[in-house]
C-alpha cells in the first residue's frame, strides 16, 4: 500500500539521520535547494569566522517534500538543529505542536521591526517562534530590448498594461510569459501580486479577516477580471506550459513580459542575454496608489530536542547581525533581509524592485494569515481557481463564489 | 520414533518473516489502528472511532475530492486495462511467432521503458507533449495533422486520459514479457495436431492459444489493477500533487499524498491520511478479492 511504502521511506530518511546530530555540531533543515552551494561557500563560513568551532551543516531538502519530511523527522525526534520556518500557519503549527522553541527576547530578535515578526507569532503576537530571514516580492520583469523596439515604456495603468501587451502581440512576440500547468504561479504571483491594488492591499486582507468583506465583493472579483483577460496575451498552448517553461520563454529574450517573484531575478541574471527591468503590479486608474506583494517567505527557529542548543543560538543572534542581513540580501539575489539593519542592495533589478516599498504600499499575500486553515485549504483552492480562471475554464464571478463559499464554510467571521 | 521439531524450517523462514512483519505487517496494522484516531491541534491523538470514514464519505469538502479521485482512478485503470493489455498480448503474439526476425531486440526495446525512472518518463514526455519547444506538433505537420495539436497534458478533458496512455508506453513491456513467457510455453504438439486438422492460425490463436493463456491474462489483470490503483508516481512527476487543471488527474494516491502530508499550507493529518490509505486498502481488497472467487477458481481447469 503506498502509505506503508511512505512510511517505510520516512523510516530509513529517520534512522540514516540519527546518526548526523551531535553535540558540537550544527544542522540546518532548509526547503532552499537552490542555495546548497551559497550557504557552503559564504554563509557558513562568515560564520566561522567569527565562531570557529561550531561545525555547521546545510541540509536542504526538495521544497516539495520539506514539510512533510520534516514533520517525520520533527516527530521522530531527528530533526537538525536549526529549522528553517515557512512563513504563517505552517509554522504556527509546528510551534503549537512543541517541535520550536520560543525565541522570546533571544539576542537578536530586537533587530526585527514587528512587521516582519507576525509571519512568526501566535495570533495574539505573544510568542515569536522563528526570527525573520527574508521577504519575496511580486512583479513583472520586461525585456528592454523588446520594449526599445516597441517603442513602450513600462505600463503604470492596467490600460497601459494592455497596450503593451497588445503591442507585443501585434509584434509576433510572446506578450507574457506565464503557464498554468504548475497553478501555483496563477497564486502566488499573479493573483496576490495583481489583486493587490484592487483591494487596497492590507486594508482589503484585513477586512476579510474581520468579516467585514467577501471574496464575492466587486475589489476582489475585478482582480479575476482583469485574469481573465490575459489568455489571448500568453503563448500557444500555456495550460500545459510549466514554470520551468516559463523560465526558459523569458531568458530566450521571445517574451516581453513575465510575471515573477522577486527570487527569479538570480535565474535570469545566470540565464538572459539582455537586459530586463522591473515594473510593479499596474494599478486600475491613473493616480492609483499602488500596492505590492512583499512577502516574509522564509524564517529560522531552533529545534527544542537539539542537543546543542547553545550553538544553536550562537548561530541565531548571527542571523540577526548586519553582516548577515548585508551577505543574504546581496548573494541570495532576490531575497531582501527583513532586518532594521541600513543595507544597500547592489543588483540593479534587485534594487529596482526593493524602491517599489518607497512609492506603494506592501502587502503580504492575501490568504497567507489565518485563511489557509481550515478546509477546504483556500491555498491550494486558490492554485485551483487561478489557474482555471486564467484557461478560460471558470468565471470570475464562479471563482469568487467558490473561493467565499470554502472560506464561509468554516471561518466564522466570514458566516455572518 | 518421535520426529525432531523441523528447526532449520523456522531457521530458514525467519529472515523474511521478520522483515515481511516489520516492514509490511506492522506499518499496515498500524495504518488500520491510525484511521480511527484524530489528531488535535497540540500533536496528540485520541481515538473517534469511525469519524475519519463517515467524513471522508459523507462532507462534501472531502467526498467530492475523494469520489472525484476514485472515479479519475477507474478511468485511470480502464484506459490501462484496454489499452495496454490488448497492445501487450499483440507483441507477445507477434514476437512468440516462429521466424520473426530481431524478435529479441523488440521485446528488449519495448521492455526498455519499463526500468527507467518514473520522474524521467514525466519529464520525457512532457518536453514530447510541449507547446513552446515539444517535437509533437512539428511531427504531426509532417503528415498533416499539425491542426489537431492541444496541449494536451494542460486541458481538463485529456490530461487524464494522456498520462495514462504514458503509463500504458512505459509499463506495457511487463504484461508483453508475461503473456509472451506464456504462449511460449504452449506445447508444440498441441499446435502441429491442430494445424493437421486443417485449422488456420487465426482459429489456433483464438481457439487454442488464448484459451491457454487465460491464467496469464487474469495475472495481468490484477497486476494492472494492484499497480493502478495504488498510482501516484507519474501524476506526482508530472502535475504535481494537486494534480490540475482542476483535479482532473487526481488519482486516489495524489489524494491521499495531500491529506497525509499536507501539501503547502495545507497541513497533513496522519490520521485522516490513514483512513484515506484503508480505504484505498478495501477497495484494492475487495477487487483482488472479487476476481479470485469469481474469475481465478474458474480459470485454474484450462490451466495444463
Known amino acids: ?416 | 520414533m518421535k520426529r525432531a521439531f523441523p528447526w532449520h524450517i523456522a531457521v530458514f523462514l525467519a529472515p523474511a518473516f521478520l522483515i515481511y512483519t516489520a516492514f509490511s505487517a506492522l506499518p499496515l496494522l498500524d495504518t488500520l489502528r491510525l484511521g480511527f484516531f484524530t489528531t488535535h491541534d497540540s500533536g496528540h491523538q485520541t481515538f473517534v472511532g469511525l469519524a475519519n470514514y463517515i467524513k471522508l464519505l459523507t462532507d462534501p469538502d472531502w467526498s467530492a475530492g475523494f469520489w472525484n479521485a476514485m472515479n479519475n482512478n477507474i478511468k485511470f485503470f480502464l484506459i490501462v486495462m484496454f489499452v495496454q493489455n490488448p497492445i501487450a498480448l499483440l507483441l507477445a503474439a507477434l514476437l512468440s511467432m516462429h521466424g520473426v526476425r530481431g524478435a529479441k531486440g523488440y521485446q528488449t526495446l519495448i521492455f526498455l521503458p519499463t526500468l527507467l525512472s518514473v520522474v524521467i518518463i514525466g519529464f520525457i514526455w512532457q518536453l514530447i507533449l510541449s507547446p513552446l519547444w515539444g517535437v509533437s506538433e512539428k511531427l504531426m505537420g509532417f503528415v498533416g495533422l499539425a491542426d489537431y495539436f492541444q496541449p494536451w497534458l494542460g486541458d481538463e478533458s485529456s490530461a487524464l486520459i494522456t498520462l495514462s496512455l504514458i503509463s500504458v508506453w512505459q509499463f506495457v513491456g511487463v504484461p508483453m514479457m508475461l503473456i509472451y513467457a506464456s504462449l511460449i510455453a504452449i506445447p508444440d504438439e498441441i499446435i502441429e495436431a491442430a494445424r493437421i486438422e486443417g485449422a488456420s492460425s487465426w482459429h489456433i490463436f483464438w481457439t487454442i492459444r488464448l484459451p491457454l493463456i487465460l491464467p496469464t491474462l487474469g495475472l495481468v489483470t490484477i497486476l494492472t489493477f494492484v499497480g493502478n490503483f495504488n498510482a501516484f508516481d507519474l501524476i506526482y512527476a508530472v502535475k504535481g500533487a494537486i494534480a490540475g487543471p482542476n483535479y482532473s488527474t487526481d488519482l486516489l494516491g495524489t489524494f491521499f499524498y495531500r491529506t497525509f502530508f499536507g501539501y503547502q499550507s495545507q497541513i497533513g493529518s496522519p490520521t485522516m491520511g490513514a483512513a484515506v490509505a484503508t480505504t484505498m486498502f478495501l477497495i484494492i481488497l475487495s477487487g483482488v478479492g472479487v476476481y479470485f472467487y469469481f474469475i481465478q477458481r474458474k480459470l485454474q481447469r484450462f490451466a495444463f
Open chain 1, 1 to 416: 500500500m503506498q502509505g506503508n511504502r511512505f512510511i517505510r521511506t520516512a523510516l530509513c530518511a529517520a534512522l540514516l539521520a540519527a546518526g548526523a546530530a551531535q553535540a558540537g555540531n550544527l544542522t540546518i533543515e532548509s526547503w532552499r535547494t537552490d542555495d546548497k552551494a551559497l550557504w557552503e561557500d559564504v554563509l557558513i563560513p562568515a560564520f566561522n569566522k567569527k565562531y570557529p568551532d561550531v561545525k555547521v551543516k546545510f541540509a536542504p531538502t526538495a521544497p516539495t517534500e520539506y514539510d512533510s519530511s520534516l514533520q517525520t523527522r520533527l516527530t521522530g525526534g531527528t530533526a537538525g538543529d536549526l529549522i528553517t520556518c515557512r512563513p504563517f500557519d505552517k509554522s504556527l503549527d509546528l510551534f503549537k505542536k512543541g517541535y520550536l522553541e520560543s525565541l522570546n527576547g533571544k539576542p537578536g530578535m530586537q533587530n526585527f521591526p514587528e512587521s516582519a515578526k507576525v509571519a512568526w507569532q501566535t495570533d495574539d503576537g505573544k510568542s515569536s517562534f522563528c526570527m525573520p530571514m527574508g521577504a519575496v516580492m511580486h512583479g513583472f520583469l520586461y525585456n528592454k530590448k523588446i520594449f526599445t523596439e516597441l517603442g513602450v515604456q513600462p505600463p503604470k495603468t492596467i490600460d497601459e498594461f494592455h497596450k503593451v501587451l497588445e503591442a507585443a502581440k501585434k509584434a509576433g512576440k510572446v506578450p507574457l510569459a506565464l503557464g498554468t500547468a504548475d497553478q501555483w504561479e496563477a497564486n502566488q504571483i499573479v493573483f496576490t501580486s495583481i489583486g493587490a491594488p484592487y483591494w487596497k492591499g492590507e486594508e482589503g486582507r484585513k477586512a476579510l479577516i474581520a468579516g467585514k468583506a467577501k471574496f464575492t465583493d466587486p475589489q476582489f472579483v475585478a482582480a479575476w477580471d482583469e485574469m481573465s483577460k490575459w489568455g489571448p496575451y500568453l503563448a500557444k498552448g500555456y495550460s500545459a506550459q510549466t514554470y520551468a517553461d516559463t523560465q526558459n520563454l523569458f531568458a530566450s529574450g521571445k517574451a516581453a513580459v513575465v510575471a515573477v517573484g522577486s527570487w527569479d531575478i538570480s535565474y535570469y541574471n545566470q540565464n538572459a542575454k539582455f537586459e530586463y527591468g522591473a515594473f510593479p503590479p499596474p494599478v486600475p486608474k491613473a493616480g492609483d496608489k499602488c500596492y505590492i506583494s512583499d512577502h516574509p517567505d522564509i524564517g529560522m527557529g531552533v529545534n527544542p530536542k537539539s542537543k546543542n542548543k547553545d550553538d544553536a543560538y550562537k548561530f541565531l543572534t548571527w542571523l540577526g547581525s548586519q553582516e548577515f542581513a548585508d551577505l543574504y540580501t546581496n548573494k541570495v539575489t532576490g531575497f531582501y533581509s527583513l532586518s532594521n539593519h541600513l543595507i544597500s542592495v547592489k543588483d540593479p533589478v534587485a534594487k529596482q524592485m526593493l524602491d517599489w516599498r518607497k512609492s506603494c504600499a506592501s502587502t503580504i499575500r492575501l490568504n497567507a494569515q489565518i485563511m489557509n486553515r481550515g478546509e477546504p485549504n483556500m491555498e491550494n483552492e486558490l492554485w485551483n481557481v487561478n489557474s482555471q480562471v486564467l484557461n478560460g475554464k471558470m468565471t470570475p464571478k464562479d471563482a469568487a463564489t467558490r473561493i467565499q463559499t470554502g472560506f464561509a464554510k468554516w471561518y466564522k467571521p466570514q458566516q455572518k
